[in-house]
């Protein structure tokens, strides 16, 4: 399952993620993050059945956890398949078929917020 780990300013000097991985065996595959020296933001992928370990292990050095579990919406009225989240997504969640229409794989979006920047119509919303 995919989750989101907030590290707040108070704890980002401190090796919370190398720590909870180190006590816990829990192997993190981390597919984005964001830290600067005021705040961190990690997308990570992670057993399901290992979820609640690591989520006790984090959560207990300071970190916050949540489950990334509403996919991006697309208002199939307002898209016109101009690709523009195709080119911007990490994931690579938008295609087009061979008819040049938009296919979406919400399996696979990590709700970065990246193609709803880029959409220039709006058609695109996360957990609608």
Same mark, same amino acid.
């Given at each position: 399952?995919?989750?989101?780990?907030? /590290?707040?300013?108070?704890? =980002?000097?401190?090796? /919370?993620?190398?720590?909870? /991985?180190?006590? &816990?065996?829990?192997?993190?595959?981390?597919?984005?993050?964001?830290?600067?020296?005021?705040?961190?933001?990690? =997308?990570? +992928?992670?057993? #399901?059945?290992?979820?609640?370990? /690591?989520?006790?292990?984090?959560?207990?050095?300071?970190?916050?956890?949540?489950?990334? +579990?509403?996919? =991006?919406?697309? #208002?199939?009225?307002?898209?016109? #398949?101009?690709?523009?989240?195709?080119?911007?997504?990490?994931?690579?969640?938008?295609?087009?078929?061979? &008819?040049?229409?938009? $296919?979406? #794989?919400?399996?696979?979006?990590?709700? $970065?917020?990246?193609? =709803?920047?880029? $959409?220039?119509?709006?058609?695109?919303?996360?957990?609608?």
């Amino acid at each position: 399952m995919k989750i989101k780990i907030s /590290i707040p300013t108070e704890r =980002i000097h401190n090796p /919370i993620i190398s720590e909870s /991985i180190i006590d &816990t065996g829990i192997m993190l595959n981390i597919m984005v993050a964001n830290i600067d020296s005021t705040y961190g933001e990690l =997308i990570a +992928d992670v057993n #399901d059945s290992r979820f609640n370990g /690591i989520k006790k292990a984090l959560e207990s050095r300071g970190a916050i956890v949540a489950i990334l +579990d509403r996919p =991006i919406h697309r #208002d199939e009225e307002e898209c016109v #398949d101009c690709g523009a989240c195709i080119s911007v997504c990490p994931m690579n969640v938008y295609s087009f078929d061979e &008819t040049w229409s938009l $296919c979406v #794989d919400e399996k696979k979006c990590i709700q $970065c917020g990246m193609c =709803i920047k880029m $959409c220039p119509h709006g058609a695109l919303k996360l957990g609608e």
